[in-house]
């Protein structure tokens, strides 16, 4: 009886030089592959060139600073890539701990005024479901690293993902009712001497849609990376701060910050959950979009913030 293997490509080839040869084509690069994967250049530089002689191809071009994939090996490449998303997929959901955490990536503003506060009632609803939150601020690849479900601000329009918005990405100056009532803000040009937290290039953005037309020179006292710190500095006394009234709607409410002006810009074009297509039936990514996109929809702060941008456009 003859070998069923015999007429098999992929006979002899094992599945780690696939997943090499899969990391180095994305990364182009070995240097990058092999930190990725944990192995030495060398180790991954070999595992490629067994798998070039296997095939009797070429597939990649070496150049002085990185590599190229050869025509055999931009075919593969594609394969390969697919292949090893459809392995992870399969592994992951094997697992015990993946039908029982939930894993999110979204950033670090976002995630603690509007997502932690809310997430108990999700967790109460859905007992046996733990939740892993992640805070970057770079837009991660929710398949390559785990995650199921994304929050984050841009267009919604992602390749290998689908997306529901969630609100707009709006702005405004936030500051301590002290604060307002020492500055006299009888219009938004009183905040041009102001001292001010945040992006000068902004600021400019909200005073000319708040109808100022010029600025003058910059009075901007801080910058920081997160929203979060800039708008605790606003909660200090130290300036106005260009940050969501949907996000610190609480901290309004409370009487911790007033919001001196009505007029709102959209420095994003909103913030979105996102999740991988090919998981859309996934019951626990489908239970969380769904509460979260229904959580969103009953926010007040999110009502009033989409009703204000309506009568901006109108007027």
Known sequence: MSDPRANDPLAGVPLSSIRVFEAAARLKSFTRAAAELGMTQAAVSWQIKA???????????????????????????????????????????????????LSITTLA??????????????????????????????????ERDNFDVGIRAGTGD???LEAARLMPGVFTPLCTPA????LDLTGP????????????????????????AEVGHPSVRLRADFQALEVAAALGGQGVALASPILYAREIAAGMLVQPFPDLVELSPGYW???????????????????????????????????????????
């Open 51 to 101: 798998l070039e002689t296997k095939l009797s191809l070429s597939l990649f071009r070496r150049l002085p600073r990185e590599v190229a994939l050869t025509e055999p090996g931009e075919r593969l490449a594609r394969a390969a890539t697919e292949a090893m998303l459809l392995l992870r997929r399969a592994f992951a959901d094997l697992t015990e701990a993946d039908q029982g955490v």
């Open 273 to 315: 959950i996102a999740w991988p297509a090919d998981r859309r039936r996934s019951p626990k990514i489908a239970r969380f979009r769904d509460w979260l996109v229904a959580s969103a929809a009953g926010d007040p702060a999110i009502r009033a913030a989409e009703a204000r941008l309506a009568e901006q456009r109108a007027g």
């Open 179 to 182: 604060l307002a009532a020492s």
């Open 189 to 212: 040009s009183r905040l041009i001497a102001a001292p001010r937290i945040g992006d000068e290039k902004e600021w400019a953005v909200w005073f000319a849609a708040a109808g100022v």
């Open 109 to 142: 503003t976002l995630a603690s005024q509007w997502l932690a506060p809310r997430l108990g009632a999700f967790q109460v609803a859905n007992a046996g479901l733990a939740v892993r939150v992640d805070t970057s601020s770079q837009l991660l690849d929710l």
């Open 158 to 160: 992602w390749p290998g």
